[in-house]
């Protein structure tokens, strides 16, 4: 006779499993594994919005409950719950875009350098020049360094080819050297 894992013990495709097979216990050890960073995503994809980015974990979670029985072995867990993200995120910001501008993004320019500066500036500057990104390109960032999704699992997500993807992070890289050459200048 086979012992179960502990929940705990278990991968998230493997709990994944369970909850689609109606297992709430499982569904709630994903909950407590993903909700704090996923709530992390939103905070810093709506604009430092707290009860916001609450909201919008909170309907991702309610999003994959409702669709847990589609789940098939075999499909990466954090890739399909950072689809569910992604898509609430891109509609919301989009609405969001069209209602204050009623147009879309605007064009980057981008040119290499070096930069080396103090790790708290650095990161008070990253923030500030994440929030003024292209709202594609922010996201891309996010799903990829912050979330430490790999490029495959990012274009599973975005439905983008990943030749795509990589030429916005290296876009997305380029521009944030250039908005940090000032602090390169300061040295």
């Known amino acids: 006779m086979l012992i179960p894992l502990r929940l705990s013990a278990q ?6 499993l369970r909850a689609a097979r109606g297992s709430d216990r499982a569904f ?10 996923l709530q992390g995503f939103f905070v810093r994809r709506l604009g430092e919005d707290s ?5 919008f974990m909170h309907d991702t979670f309610l ?28 509609n919301h910001l989009r609405n969001r875009l069209t ?5 879309g993004e605007e064009a980057m320019d981008t040119t290499d350098i070096e930069v080396e500066m103090d790790t708290s500036i650095l990161h ?15 996201m891309l960032f996010s799903l990829h360094y912050e ?5 495959p699992q990012v274009a599973q997500i975005t439905s983008l080819p990943e030749g795509t993807i990589k030429s ?14 000032q602090y390169e200048d300061r040295r």
């Open 11 to 16: 991968t998230d495709e493997q709990l994944m």
């Open 28 to 37: 709630e050890e994903l909950y407590n594994r993903h909700a704090r960073r």
């Open 51 to 55: 009860d916001l980015a609450a909201d």
């Open 63 to 90: 999003r994959l409950y409702a669709a847990r029985e589609s789940y098939r072995e075999g499909k990466s867990f954090r890739a399909w719950l950072y689809t569910i993200a992604y898509n609430l995120c891109k």
């Open 99 to 103: 209602m204050v501008h009623g147009k």
């Open 124 to 138: 008070d500057a990253l923030s500030q020049i994440l929030r003024d990104l292209p709202e594609d390109y922010a």
């Open 147 to 151: 979330e430490e999704l790999s490029v």
């Open 168 to 181: 916005r992070l290296h876009k997305t890289m380029t521009l944030i050297k250039q908005k940090l050459q």
